[in-house]
């Protein structure tokens, strides 16, 4: 739930006729010519339900490389960024609006928000598949139309029936940004996991550390997860899983060499579980390989076109593997992975995985070092000028 009905509160200097005497600054990316636009505009008149927030950080999710590659489709132009954190500003409506759990927001109050807005009403909101509603509605991937809906902006406007959540006091801006894509992806996962198969003393596979991979490791390692095995090329985040709860780690090996070890781990039986981050299809392969008899594969990587999968329908049916593919998450398991967070952020050092930091208007720079450097996430402060 969103909106709830309540005592109407409109601070006297936030009035919903002052928001448009707000300046704002967004840097708009045009998918056509490949590159960023610094944008300053007066913001247009709310919507009823409508919240206008400030916002405090962004940081640069892997989509976001891609579609500034040019390796993902997006709209002509289009404020970027998802992974938000920000200050409630106000709103515009007869009643105060409400957080995820009911709870009328403040002015002033920290919060973040789902990256997907479903209209509660369709098939697929029906059929607890809000993310692919009929009228989907994405932070970050819309095109510009008068309000900035991303994260690359100094304000972003919150639609009607968005579900919201307040931020725990005790969660820094960097360490909880990337809670409504990475963290609540993971937490998704592993609620499809729990469907059907036991996490607790299981040995998982998890393929690919970056943001996501390091995240199932911590959330896997508290679920009890007996042996949690990571595998990436990249040496430097492969260790940095073992801060994030693996247990063994495979680093730049061949499948061949990757399923010997796996067999040893595994006492010749093959992992109980595999997750797949990476999207490649070697890595799909890896785990399609991997899992034993009656085992689980959850493929959540696969966001871009690659090479077909040599997966044989013999295979599956006399190995009687469940296969199920995972994109994006319900507004439940973003709860999930704010309640997950505030109980493990000091256990795991997600202080970390942000490598640098900056301002709005050097947007171009922080890209540049996210593709050459990558680090695990980027920042991106639109508030703030230093």
């Known amino acids: 739930m ?17 928001f448009a005497d707000i ?10 010519e490949r590159r960023f636009i610094a944008c300053q505009s007066k913001l247009d008149p709310l919507s009823e339900g409508q919240v206008l927030v400030r916002v405090l950080c ?19 132009r289009g404020v970027l960024g998802h992974e938000i954190v920000g200050e409630v500003l106000g709103w515009r409506g007869e009643f105060t609006p409400a957080d995820y ?35 989907l509605f994405k932070y970050g991937h819309e095109a510009s139309h008068g309000h900035p809906t991303g994260g690359l902006s100094e304000h972003c406007v919150l639609v009607a029936g968005t579900p919201i959540f307040p931020v725990p006091d005790e969660l820094t801006n960097e360490v909880v940004a990337p809670v409504n ?23 998982v596979l998890v393929v690919g550390a970056g943001m996501l991979g390091l995240t199932a490791a911590a959330q896997l390692n508290e679920a009890g997860a007996s042996r949690i095995v990571v595998a990436d090329p990249n040496a ?21 060499q990757r399923q010997a070890m796996l067999q040893e781990i595994t006492n010749g039986r093959g992992v109980d579980i595999a997750i797949d981050f990476a999207g490649m299809t070697t890595a799909v392969n890896a785990c399609l390989e991997s899992v034993r008899m009656g085992g689980c594969v959850v493929l959540v990587g696969s966001v871009f076109p690659s090479d077909p999968v040599a997966l ?23 709860d999930d992975g704010l309640r997950f967070l505030k109980r493990n952020h000091q256990r795991f050092p997600f202080e970390k995985l942000v490598g640098k930091g900056f301002p709005l208007r050097e947007v171009e720079q922080a890209f540049e070092f996210a593709m050459q450097q990558r680090p695990v996430r980027v920042a991106v402060y639109p508030s703030s000028d230093s």
């Open 236 to 256: 430097d985040r492969a260790e940095l899983a073992e801060s994030f709860g693996a247990t063994d780690l495979i680093v730049d090996e061949t499948l061949d």
């Open 101 to 135: 759990h009911g709870v009328p927001l403040r002015v002033g109050q920290r919060i973040t928000w789902a990256m997907s807005v479903g209209c509660e009403h369709c098939f697929y909101c029906n059929n607890d598949l809000n993310q692919k509603c009929d009228s």
């Open 2 to 18: 969103s909106i709830s009905a309540g005592t109407s509160v409109i601070p006297n200097d936030r009035k919903p006729e002052s």
């Open 23 to 32: 300046v704002n600054v967004a840097m708009e990316f045009d998918s056509s």
């Open 58 to 76: 962004c940081t640069l999710c892997g989509s976001d490389l891609h579609t500034v590659a040019g390796r993902r489709e997006g709209h002509d």
């Open 312 to 334: 044989f329908p013999e295979q599956a049916v006399r190995r009687m593997l469940t296969i199920r593919g995972l994109h994006n998450y319900l507004p439940r398991d973003l």
């Open 181 to 203: 894509c990475a963290t609540a992806t993971v937490s998704a996962a592993l609620r499809l996991v729990n469907q059907t198969h036991q996490i607790k003393n299981a040995t």
